[in-house]
């Protein structure tokens, strides 16, 4: 029997294994518990489990860690980012952030990022793969170990586009928000898009109502082109009219994330422009001055520009707020992260 990672399967699959060894089912949610509820990394924690048991899931399989390879604290603000180390060696990134009333992470879903967005430091090294559904779940569970209290808000707004690696991602919130395991609540996970039009479309459909934010950055096709090079593939109108649809089946409030580059796309023209593509609906905009990094050479609008911006927004009848940037003596911050250790 092939070797198994315990702390990737769901209850479903770990049932049936647990069957297939000779053990009774309920053995299952203890494992499962064990793994995702008291966040057991070693088989010798199950003091539930016989001798006899240990051993013979230690001879089938085992719960795979990730590890802290490197921490920054920020002198800012309270921000954290950590250099997760994965079992193949390379090195992802994901980012704690406290607020007076939560506290949150930043996870990755990929190792690099294919999308290549101009401004983001995530896609500059190369794509190499997909993070399983256990190494999505030891970003939440390591950095909470680290700091000692349950992290209540997911965005997987780091390295990588979510839904290029659609069904890990899917199987990662079903097991996250089991009632059986960590039990977050599903208004508690939200996921950021670069806007790939048909998993917007199935993501509505399975039932999961968490929160989806869209990478939109400029609401002309011809200007987004050239900072966000999805856009050959998806136009504006499909992106949006997908959120519409995810809105109808979830009743969940869409988010268009908008990161202001100086003279690029903060002029009026731009706020009259994401008013037309988005009359109508039940969104928010998320303003988001532009985090500098190296290989982007425009610089983030002014405070007046980017408060002159919103205000507009406002009076075209949007609902608009400014991003406080978290972490940036850490390069922690939105458009930051990249995976600047790869080993692998």
């Known amino acids: 029997m092939k070797n198994k990672n315990y702390n990737n399967m769901d209850l479903e699959e770990l049932s049936e294994f647990i ?7 309920f053995r299952a949610k203890q494992l499962f518990q064990g793994i995702h509820k008291n966040k057991y990394y070693g088989i010798d924690e199950f003091t539930n489990f016989s001798l006899s048991l240990r051993e013979k899931l230690k001879k089938h399989g085992n719960i795979v860690p990730s590890k802290i390879y490197n921490k920054l604290e920020s002198k800012l603000d309270k921000t954290r980012k950590y250099l997760i180390e994965l079992n193949d060696g390379n090195i992802i990134e994901s980012v704690y952030m406290e607020y007076s009333t939560h506290n949150t992470i930043c996870i990755s879903s990929q190792v690099g990022c294919k999308m290549g ?28 170990k680290d700091i000692g209290k349950r992290i209540s808000n997911i965005v997987l707004m780091g390295i990588g586009e979510p839904l290029d690696n659609y069904d890990n991602i899917i199987k990662f919130i079903k097991i996250l928000s089991n009632k059986d395991g960590y039990n977050i609540s599903l208004r508690n996970i939200t996921l950021s898009t670069c806007g790939i039009v048909p998993k917007i479309y199935e993501l509505a459909e399975e039932n999961l109502p968490i929160n989806m934010t869209i990478s939109l950055h400029n609401p002309f096709d011809n200007e987004r082109k050239k900072i966000m090079p999805i856009e050959k593939k998806y136009n504006i109108k ?52 532009l985090n500098k990094i190296r290989e982007f ?23 608009a707020t400014v991003r406080k940037s978290l972490g940036q003596d850490i390069s922690g911050a939105c458009g930051q992260l990249r995976a600047a250790h790869i080993i692998k």
């Not at 069957?19 to 089912?25: A, P, Q, V």
């Not at 983001?120 to 569970?141: D, G, M």
């Not at 903060?266 to 609906?281: C, Q, T, V």
């Open 117 to 144: 967005c101009t401004f983001c430091a995530s896609t500059k090294q190369k794509f190499v793969r997909n993070l399983e559904p256990y190494e999505l779940l030891n970003q939440v569970y390591t950095v909470q």
């Open 238 to 289: 499909e992106i949006v009219d997908s959120t519409k649809y995810y809105f109808e089946k979830t009743g969940r409030r869409i988010s268009f994330e908008y990161t202001l580059i100086e003279g690029v796309n903060d002029s009026y023209k731009h706020a009259l422009e994401l008013r037309n593509i988005i009359r109508g609906m039940n969104c928010h905009i998320n303003l988001i001055p």
């Open 297 to 319: 050479n425009e610089n983030s609008s002014s405070k007046d520009a980017i408060n002159k911006f919103k205000n507009n927004l406002e009076k075209l009848g949007l609902n």
């Open 19 to 25: 069957e297939s060894i000779g053990e009774k089912k």
